[in-house]
Each structure stands twice: as structure tokens, then as C-alpha cells.
């Protein structure tokens, strides 16, 4: 809306935030439009607020659970993603297997049989879309940093990206990623990397 009034700010919600305020005053706009500029950005600044408190609470929840902490130290994963595997895997022995939380999460290939002969396709969309969607995200973030590593599992993942593409390579953390917290989660152990 800004952008309609001429006000052009660098992309970025830091920078954004951190600019408005200024260029909003410095602008020529009408008493209505400053008005409303202006409470826009103190629900921006609400909204935020709100979202740091949730954060924090979050972060607090996952310390004081010993399976949390055990998650959050797998790559990859944080407090978001630790909280929600545990909150929506009650108990991983359930699961035979690791593989079978990540065929649950949504993170194995649909499989197509034709005489006897199975081929996969891509992910299935009977899943936890939430859970898939932050495996997939902590993935990514791991995959952004390979460079740096030089690691047994970087060379892995580097390899499958350089096979297979980034996003199979997203797919194909994720899916490792889950199989390693069923084990943590099962034998109460914690990641050894």
C-alpha cells in the first residue's frame, strides 16, 4: 500500500519495520492516509509482539521436556519442530519402524505397480501436513549450508543433490531426519551426529 503513495522500502521484515516509521512521516500524504499508515504499523508491531511471546513460550516448553531437548539436537530441527513431533507422536512406539513415522508424516514416494513391477512418484498426500511442512523447512535450512561442512552427512546430501536435485535432496533429509528421531524417541537416547 505503501508502494501506491510513492514509498518504496527495502524487501525484508527487519528492515521494513525498522524504515517505515520514517518514511512515513518524511512522506506527503494526507492527515487520513498518515493515520491509517500509522495504525497499520502498530498492528504490525502487535502481531509481532505476540509472535516473540508464542516464540519464547515455545522455546520454554521444549526445554522442560526431555524429549523435546533430545529432538532439538538433531540438524535441522528446532523448538517448532521438536514441540511438534512430540505433541503429535504421543508415544514413537507406536511405529514399527522409523519408517513407518515417515510414511505417517508424508515424507516416502507414492508407489504405482504395474505388472509386478513398482515404480515411485513424488510424496503421497495422505500426510501431517503441518509435521512434513517443518521437516521440510529444517531441510531445507541444513541443505542451505552445506558448503561450509565437510562432514560424512554433507557429502551425502551434497551427493544427492548433485544426483537427484535439491528438492528430492529436501525430501530425502526429511525423511532421514524423522527416521532418527523415531530411533531417539523410541530408545531414549540422545544424537550422537
Not at 2 to 11: D, R
Not at 63 to 89: F, K, N, Q, W, Y
Not at 107 to 136: C, D, E, S
Given at each position: 500500500?505503501?508502494?501506491e503513495?510513492?514509498?518504496?522500502?527495502?524487501?525484508?521484515?527487519?528492515?521494513?519495520?525498522?524504515?517505515?516509521?520514517?518514511?512515513?512521516?518524511?512522506a506527503e500524504?494526507?492527515?487520513?492516509?498518515r493515520?491509517?499508515?500509522?495504525?497499520?504499523?502498530?498492528?504490525?508491531?502487535?502481531?509481532?509482539?505476540s509472535?516473540?511471546?508464542?516464540?519464547a513460550?515455545?522455546?520454554?516448553?521444549?526445554?522442560?521436556?526431555e524429549d523435546?531437548?533430545?529432538l532439538?539436537?538433531?540438524p535441522?530441527?528446532?523448538?517448532?519442530i521438536?514441540?511438534?513431533?512430540?505433541?503429535?507422536?504421543?508415544?514413537?512406539?507406536?511405529?514399527?519402524?522409523?519408517g513407518?513415522?515417515a510414511?505417517?508424516?508424508?515424507?516416502?514416494?507414492?508407489?504405482?505397480?504395474?505388472?509386478?513391477?513398482?515404480?515411485?512418484g513424488?510424496?503421497?498426500?495422505?500426510?501431517?501436513?503441518?509435521?512434513?511442512r517443518q521437516?521440510?523447512h529444517?531441510a531445507h535450512?541444513?541443505?542451505?549450508?552445506?558448503?561450509?561442512?565437510?562432514?560424512r552427512?554433507?557429502?551425502?546430501?551434497?551427493?544427492?543433490?548433485?544426483r537427484?536435485g535439491f528438492?528430492?535432496?529436501?525430501?530425502a533429509?526429511?525423511?532421514?531426519?524423522?527416521?532418527?528421531?523415531?530411533?531417539?524417541?523410541?530408545?531414549?537416547?540422545?544424537?550422537?551426529?
Amino acid at each position: 500500500m505503501l508502494a501506491e503513495y510513492g514509498i518504496v522500502l527495502p524487501q525484508g521484515p527487519w528492515r521494513f519495520a525498522a524504515q517505515a516509521p520514517a518514511a512515513i512521516a518524511q512522506a506527503e500524504l494526507s492527515d487520513l492516509a498518515r493515520e491509517l499508515f500509522e495504525e497499520f504499523l502498530d498492528q504490525l508491531r502487535d502481531v509481532n509482539t505476540s509472535v516473540a511471546k508464542l516464540d519464547a513460550k515455545i522455546v520454554e516448553i521444549c526445554r522442560a521436556h526431555e524429549d523435546c531437548r533430545r529432538l532439538a539436537e538433531l540438524p535441522g530441527v528446532g523448538p517448532i519442530i521438536a514441540t511438534a513431533l512430540v505433541a503429535s507422536v504421543a508415544d514413537a512406539r507406536h511405529f514399527r519402524s522409523g519408517g513407518e513415522l515417515a510414511a505417517w508424516i508424508g515424507l516416502v514416494p507414492r508407489q504405482y505397480t504395474t505388472g509386478g513391477k513398482p515404480r515411485l512418484g513424488g510424496i503421497g498426500r495422505r500426510a501431517n501436513h503441518y509435521l512434513r511442512r517443518q521437516m521440510i523447512h529444517g531441510a531445507h535450512a541444513v541443505i542451505s549450508r552445506l558448503a561450509k561442512h565437510g562432514d560424512r552427512r554433507s557429502v551425502w546430501l551434497k551427493a544427492i543433490v548433485e544426483r537427484r536435485g535439491f528438492n528430492r535432496a529436501l525430501v530425502a533429509l526429511a525423511n532421514k531426519t524423522a527416521r532418527i528421531a523415531w530411533a531417539l524417541l523410541t530408545r531414549k537416547e540422545s544424537y550422537a551426529g
